[in-house]
């Protein structure tokens, strides 16, 4: 009698406790890569735990920290924009496949779309891997982290900043903060997206009407505080920590927290009923005299 053969899900399937065997993956641009599924434990507790870091980031440098560091934006894709120009021009002399005639892409045509598919990656790698070195680095000694809550999407409307903001990869830095500081024990505390931390002074804490984008330095009014408006808003971001700890709002300050600041801009209240004057009927009170003005234009 010949032994019972063994489905190919039990042949494969790997004993309790061993390492699961590694696995080939196709990556973008053609690469192959190998990867294996094993538990990522928690970090190490961050080296200054007490410590707090405001983050400001930006185009012109990446990104600005409280303590005065300054963080140049390296801009891969404008650093290979000539090099995948010309890719793309020698692909669209080439003959390409065509569903409505059935035509299938030469071989140039291939090699073409493969060596721009490799550039695109490699720009798309090199920025990811510096982004994760910056933000380690940054989880690893600061026990709190404070950065903005940027509208990135709005900010991609500007059809002269869009590719700009698109390589710098504002919204992947505060999505790698966000899990890091939970593997460290660290904290990530989000400002409010209307909170005026340019227009801000760092100093005494007045606050400007208007800050042009083309002013690079933050002159206060008031106590004449001369600094560059970056550094400026990373320091107001940084005494955002100390307000948001006492005031008791949002989750609590646990592993890894996502909080954010509360708005402290003025509050619209609703009228209650009958609090209005005897003599002032409706929402708006009339103003010069509009309110007759449309009576008389209704009847």
């Known amino acids: 009698m010949s032994p019972p053969v063994s489905s190919p899900a039990a042949s494969t399937r790997a004993p309790p406790g061993s390492c699961p065997p590694p696995c080939d993956v196709t990556a973008a641009g053609g690469t192959s890569l190998s990867a294996s599924r094993s538990s990522v434990p928690s970090g190490d507790p961050p080296a200054r735990p007490g410590a707090v870091l405001g983050v400001d980031v930006g185009i012109r440098h990446l990104a600005v920290l409280s303590t005065g560091e300054l963080i140049d934006n390296p801009r891969y894709l404008t650093t290979a924009q000539q090099r995948m120009r010309a890719l793309a021009r020698a692909l669209a002399r080439k003959s390409g496949p065509d569903r409505r005639t059935g035509r299938r892409a030469s071989k140039r045509w291939e090699r073409t779309a493969a060596r721009l598919g490799r550039a695109h990656a490699r720009v798309a790698n090199l920025r990811r891997d510096g982004l994760h070195k910056l933000t380690t680095r940054l989880t690893r000694e600061y026990g709190t982290v404070v950065i903005e809550d940027l509208n990135v999407t709005g900010m991609l409307r500007n059809r002269k900043l869009a590719r700009h903001i698109a390589d710098a990869g504002f919204a992947e830095i505060r999505r790698q903060l966000t899990y890091k500081t939970g593997w460290n024990g660290g904290r990530l505390i989000?400002?409010?997206?209307?909170?005026?931390s340019s227009k801000t002074c760092s100093g005494c804490g007045a606050v400007r009407t208007k800050l042009a984008l083309s002013e690079r330095e933050y002159q206060c009014e008031s106590c004449g505080l001369v600094l560059d408006r970056d550094l400026n808003a990373a320091c107001n971001l940084a005494a955002l920590a100390a307000e948001a700890t006492?005031?008791?709002?949002?989750?609590?300050?646990g592993r890894g927290a996502d909080r954010k600041t509360p708005n402290a801009g003025l509050v619209a209240l609703k009228r209650q009923p009958g609090t209005a004057?005897?003599?002032?009927?409706?929402?708006?009170?009339?103003q010069g005299g509009t309110a007759n003005r449309a009576l008389a234009r209704a009847h």
């Open 246 to 253: 006492t005031a008791g709002s949002g989750p609590a300050a």
């Open 277 to 286: 004057p005897a003599d002032q009927t409706g929402t708006v009170p009339p």
């Open 190 to 196: 989000l400002a409010d997206r209307w909170y005026p």
